[in-house]
């Protein structure tokens, strides 16, 4: 697993469409008139060539509920989706993509083998760019991915843990077959996982 820091800014992206660069703010395009805080700016200033088939999804860091004082109206590249193969690329690819195009890459927490939820949780709310929720250091959360695992439905998925103020809990209905046992994982997960959005 990959255990990223999760920033408290714009969901943002930028794709090539033939010889252009097109930038979006989740999946509406930007432009003069809506910049999302000066992301179309920025990645018009851009001097890139990528393929058509890839999406850069990242954080523009407008200030939201936390705070990045000495990071603010930067982008950081957190994941990059193949539109080919319908699936996002490892984060080590991410990694030397972003370093080859000189892109910020969203801090990473860890990388290795799956331990348990409280080390998980052990990383929420920490912050490798200085986060500030008012006068507290905190980060929002963290993300946590393993783009080789699919759901049986083939689709990749990914979990989010976010400190008690960006707590987005959705209540799930208790199992038809209540004998069955669940971990504490599978239980948090039931109680956590939302759309992926992007």
Do not use: C, M
Not at 1 to 15: M, P, Y
Not at 87 to 94: D, E, G, I, Q
Not at 131 to 158: A, P, S
């Amino acid at each position: 697993i990959v255990i990223q820091e999760k920033l408290d800014g714009a969901n943002a992206s930028f794709r090539r469409i033939g010889n252009e660069l097109f930038s979006f703010s989740r999946n509406n395009p930007l432009s003069e008139e809506n910049t999302l805080g000066g992301f179309y700016d920025f990645v018009k200033g851009l001097d890139i060539h990528i393929g058509e088939g890839l999406i850069f999804f990242g954080e523009w860091l407008n200030p939201h509920k936390v705070k990045y004082q000495e990071h603010a109206k930067t982008f950081w590249l957190y994941d990059i989706y193949d539109t080919v193969s319908k699936k996002y690329l490892s984060f080590n690819t991410v990694e030397n993509i972003g370093e080859l195009l000189n892109l910020n890459v969203v801090p990473v927490f860890y990388q290795g083998e799956y331990q348990s939820f409280e080390h998980l949780q052990s990383f929420v709310g920490k912050t490798e760019l200085g986060g500030k929720l008012g006068d507290i250091d905190t980060g929002e959360g963290i993300v946590v991915k393993n783009v080789d695992y699919t759901d049986r439905f083939g689709n990749q998925i990914f979990v989010k843990l976010v400190t008690d103020a960006f707590r987005e809990v959705q209540k799930q209905k208790a199992p038809k077959e209540p004998k069955i046992l669940q971990t504490t994982e599978q239980r948090f997960v039931d109680a956590t996982v939302t759309e992926v959005r992007g």
